[in-house]
């Protein structure tokens, strides 16, 4: 399958001499404001958001005016990776700058889990707060929910959102028809808003969802409005488009597409509400703006799960549907408009491009991403700074290497619809269970992974293989039965 956007290193005007002197410059020690005051950093993370499911990313049956500006006023990546798709593990790795199994967690974390995130591990908020900022979340955290694993304990100044998944709740779209005496009825417990490390409301009704993008968002507008006179960290994690899915007013029945379409179009109201409080408050040019998503689309949902577009797959798997998701970077002055990017880059990249460009110290412990703001200030011949990335799945299974243009998948089992479409109106349809076998793909010229070309090329086999090997050293894989040395152990909750 064509793509245009793959296969670019960069698109639009190329640097000049002297800009690509001023973007060594200021990647190497200045990204000062004209004042000298460092910059300020927002990370806006979506919850299940598919790779095609906004505008400049092919998305189709609604609008996303703001995010579309965002990327012609920057650079988007077409080739931008989460570590693991899914939700606790991937914002592990976000936050961390780590692989997630390093740092101890997988999967989704349930509710009243005994592990979260541990507080030895250094997040971006700390690792900003080294060089004096203020530092806000807003959102959905799902690193542990006990009081002492909240983000207020984890480098954030201040917390206000929902601890886990908006859908873990008796509401639930599978548990609400249940009669009341079904153990599975009470499978979840009220799900609470968090302020800080105190329960602000008990129990979170179907109305208050509808209005969970737009509180996140006067939280986010609010903490910008307070700190501009100073350098702040402000990371706004949404909990749509994760179902169940709820709308505002303000834009029920606004889209084409229907209630997905809606939701949508109001995450885009959320950034474009952002943009307007940088400009106000005469911050846009001192601020690099961050939009991806922690996963691919729940493809089960059908009508209520997004597209991954020409990608294989959805949440939940290691084929490029799960793992590949839209990243778009904006910064007036420090980062050239409408650029694309295709190199390849990962959440676990972002925190050491921080610390870099404000020189901060890294974290003591040993960490996974690399600084990668060559790329994100769009310098033409900027390359990936890693020799491979690693997809894990499942209960520690490396199922995937990805280096270049190619992607070695490991034989592993994985879920999919077999081409049978998805639920409708927030009730699911079933996986049915596939078998992968040792396969090559060319990302390149195949980025839906249609073709497994294996047999063509054994010495990429062989180098991505021992690349692989390598990684199971450090991290494990329960496929091989490795034990890696180089894991911790995640947060645990107190003994009572």
């Known amino acids: 399958m064509n793509n245009p956007m793959i296969g670019i290193a960069s698109m639009g005007k190329p640097l000049s001499f002297l800009g690509l002197l001023l973007a060594v410059w200021f990647g190497a020690s200045e990204v000062r404001g004209a004042d000298g005051r460092l910059p300020n950093v927002v990370i806006i993370f979506t919850d299940d958001l598919g790779y095609a499911d906004v505008g400049v990313f092919g998305g189709k049956g609604f609008k ?17 990776h989460v570590s693991q798709a899914v939700c606790s593990a991937s914002r592990a790795a976000l936050l961390t700058g780590c692989y997630n199994n390093r740092v101890g967690i997988h999967g989704a974390l349930s509710p009243r889990a005994k592990i979260g995130l541990s507080p030895e591990e250094m997040t971006i908020a700390e690792v900003v707060k080294q060089k004096g900022y203020t530092t806000g979340m807003f959102g959905k955290w799902h690193l542990g929910d006990h009081p002492s694993l909240l983000p207020v304990k984890q480098g954030f100044d201040e917390y206000y959102g929902l601890p886990y998944s ?26 609470p808003m968090i302020e800080g490390d105190q329960v602000a409301i008990p129990k979170i009704t179907p109305d208050d969802q509808t209005q969970l993008t737009t509180w996140y968002t006067e939280r986010a507008v609010k903490f910008i409005e307070k700190n501009k006179a100073k350098p702040f960290f402000l990371y706004l994690a949404h909990s749509m488009p994760h179902v169940p899915l709820y709308v505002s007013d303000k834009f029920k029945g606004k889209s084409e597409q229907g209630l997905h379409g809606d939701v949508l179009m109001e995450i885009d109201w959320s950034v474009g509400e952002v943009l307007q409080a940088l400009k106000r ?25 997004g597209s991954a577009g020409p ?26 408009p409408n650029r694309v990017n295709a190199e390849p880059a990962m959440t676990i990249d972002l925190l050491p491009t ?7 110290p890294l974290p003591e412990r040993k960490i996974d991403g690399k600084d990668i703001w060559p790329l994100l200030r769009g310098d033409g011949n900027a390359k990936c700074p890693h020799e491979a990335y690693y997809i894990y799945y499942a209960n520690n299974q490396l199922q995937a ?5 190619w992607k070695l998948i490991f034989p592993h089992t994985y879920r999919t619809l077999a081409g049978e479409p998805g639920g409708k109106d927030g009730r699911p349809a079933s996986y049915t269970n596939a078998k992968a076998e040792l396969e090559l793909y060319d990302l390149q010229n195949d980025l839906g992974e249609t073709t497994n070309v294996i047999a063509k090329y054994p010495e990429v086999v062989g180098r991505l293989e021992k690349l692989a090997d390598g990684c199971r050293d450090d991290l494990g894989d329960s ?18």
């Not at 859908?167 to 499978?187: N, Q, T």
């Not at 921080?354 to 901060?360: E, G, Q, W």
């Open 64 to 80: 996303t005016p703001n995010l579309d500006r965002m990327a012609r006023e920057g650079i988007r990546f077409v080739n931008f």
């Open 166 to 191: 908006n859908d873990m709740w008796p509401f639930h779209p599978d548990l609400i028809d249940l009669p009341e005496d079904s153990p599975k009825k009470h499978r979840y417990p009220d799900l």
């Open 281 to 305: 408050n005469g911050l846009d040019e001192n601020t690099l703006v961050i939009f991806t998503s922690d996963n691919g689309p729940w493809l089960s949902y059908g009508n209520h799960a």
């Open 311 to 336: 990608l294989r797959e959805g949440k939940g798997t290691s084929w490029e549907g799960g793992v590949r998701v839209p990243f778009i970077a904006r910064w007036p002055g420090k980062i050239p």
């Open 354 to 360: 921080i610390a870099k460009f404000i020189d901060a």
């Open 401 to 405: 290497v990805i280096s270049g243009k």
């Open 479 to 496: 496929l091989t039965k490795r034990i890696g040395t180089g894991v911790r152990e995640p947060g645990q909750v107190p003994k009572e």
